[in-house]
């Protein structure tokens, strides 16, 4: 059974700086889905993509994997001599998804877990390299270096699929889109304090970019083909190729 996000349900005297921790791991699977707009669909679109992306012999990345939701999508449309390699720097959440991937029934091909900092990988080999919501929690100028090891380790017509939380330039659509964002959450069962108080613990945690310093970025990497294929308020999805 999917256990309820009420972490913030109570007045903290003092909130700390959010952290991806047991607590956080027991009730993560509800708060993704109650706090992310359109998290449901871009997960669905990984496993279309997947399809058409990983290739024989290859190697998946799925970086910052919580509880691995794209990589057992990943796993139903591999070819079975792949391996997919979920990286997660949570002991909390790497020893949550080793358990679902035990218990669970799926078949397919090899996935290696990897408790490291995404910053630490050697990509190689790689048909596909997805970060949904993860690049958002590094330092900013760390992010260059990431895409471009991803670049890197991709094979030609390799993809990378990047979700990201992303502010804007103009401060009206800025605020509009932050309050649609809240309105989501509420409509979906959180409360004011709630809303209020993980604002506050995720503030210096999560720092969102613009939709064109991520497009720059890419462009800057190699990337040739960049298409933001999803935007639901303050958060987008962009499907980077790199050419044949
Ligand atoms: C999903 N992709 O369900 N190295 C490795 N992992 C990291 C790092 C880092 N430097 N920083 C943060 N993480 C998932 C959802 S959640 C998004 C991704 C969210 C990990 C962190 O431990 C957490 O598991 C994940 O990135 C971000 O498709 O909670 O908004």
């Not at 390699?85 to 799926?106: C, F, K, W």
């Not at 990988?121 to 270096?145: G, H, K, M, W, Y």
């Not at 094979?155 to 401060?171: R, T």
């Amino acid at each position: 059974m999917m256990m309820r996000d009420d972490i913030y349900a109570l007045p903290l005297t003092q909130v700390g700086s959010f952290e991806f921790d047991e607590q956080v791991v027991r009730v993560f699977p509800d708060m993704i889905a109650r706090s992310v707009p359109g998290y449901a669909s871009i997960l669905s679109m990984i496993e279309q993509l997947a399809a058409r992306f990983v290739c024989p012999g290859t190697t998946v990345w799925d970086l910052g994997c919580s509880l691995g939701a794209a990589t057992r999508l990943i796993r139903r449309q591999a070819p079975p001599d792949c391996t997919i390699h979920a990286v997660d720097n949570s002991a909390a959440m790497i020893q949550r998804l080793r358990t679902i991937l035990g218990e669970s029934s799926d078949k397919g091909c090899l996935v290696e877990l990897h408790e490291k900092d995404l910053r630490d990988v050697e990509i190689c080999n790689a048909s596909f390299v997805v970060l949904n919501l993860t690049l958002q929690f590094l330092p900013p100028d760390e992010r260059t270096r990431v895409i471009e090891n991803v670049w890197r380790g991709l094979l030609p017509g390799g993809a990378l699929l990047l979700s990201e939380k992303i502010c804007f330039d103009e401060p009206n659509q800025q605020q509009l889109m932050t309050d649609l964002h809240h309105d989501f959450k509420r409509a979906h069962g959180y409360s004011e304090l709630e809303v209020a108080q993980k604002r506050t613990a995720i503030e210096n945690r999560l720092i969102p970019e613009s939709l064109h310093t991520h497009v720059a970025r890419l462009r800057q990497a190699g990337f040739t083909t960049i298409a933001p294929w999803f935007q639901c308020f303050n958060f987008v999805s962009i499907l980077a190729v790199r050419s044949e």
